[in-house]
């Protein structure tokens, strides 16, 4: 059995949401930590997974669900919707599903909107994949 950890599984949305390809048909910037005026644009951050046991065995995480919060940035708010849209698609394939979306605000320092959607998923340790929880 496996332990998929929260540093596995931000090491595996950063894989996957690098090979998005958004304005000109480039890939988008993935990043770890909010945005500043000297970022590139557009770009995704990837908010810190957050991890919850749901089944052990012997202290042995069998079961996990992960949230993970997902930040689009851009200069339009029609392509931060985009941005969304191209992820969930990405996502999907790992069986990820979007739970959640925040409303599109203009950050006033970087005078970008920024679009933060929430997806979820469950790890199975003894078949060490991820799975649909709905």
Same mark, same amino acid.
């Given at each position: 059995m496996n332990d998929f950890t929260t540093k596995d &599984? +931000? @090491?595996l949305l950063y894989d996957i949401l690098s090979k998005i390809k958004d #304005? /000109?048909? /480039?890939?988008?910037?993935?990043?770890?930590q909010t *945005? %500043? %005026?000297e970022s590139s644009f557009p770009c995704r951050v990837i908010d810190s997974p957050i991890e919850s046991v749901i089944k052990t065995e012997n202290a042995i995480p069998v079961r996990k669900t992960?949230?993970?919060s997902i930040e689009h940035w851009d200069t339009e708010?029609? /392509?931060? &919707?985009e941005m969304a849209n191209k992820t @969930?698609?990405?996502?999907?394939e790992k069986n990820l599903i979007r739970? #959640? %979306?925040? *409303?599109?605000?203009?950050d006033e320092i970087t005078k970008k909107y920024n679009l933060? +959607? %929430?997806y979820e998923v469950r790890y199975n340790a003894i078949t060490n994949s991820l799975e649909f929880i709905r």
């Amino acid at each position: 059995m496996n332990d998929f950890t929260t540093k596995d &599984m +931000s @090491d595996l949305l950063y894989d996957i949401l690098s090979k998005i390809k958004d #304005n /000109e048909n /480039e890939n988008t910037t993935v990043v770890l930590q909010t *945005p %500043t %005026t000297e970022s590139s644009f557009p770009c995704r951050v990837i908010d810190s997974p957050i991890e919850s046991v749901i089944k052990t065995e012997n202290a042995i995480p069998v079961r996990k669900t992960f949230q993970i919060s997902i930040e689009h940035w851009d200069t339009e708010q029609r /392509e931060v &919707m985009e941005m969304a849209n191209k992820t @969930d698609l990405a996502l999907r394939e790992k069986n990820l599903i979007r739970i #959640n %979306t925040n *409303p599109i605000l203009l950050d006033e320092i970087t005078k970008k909107y920024n679009l933060i +959607s %929430t997806y979820e998923v469950r790890y199975n340790a003894i078949t060490n994949s991820l799975e649909f929880i709905r």
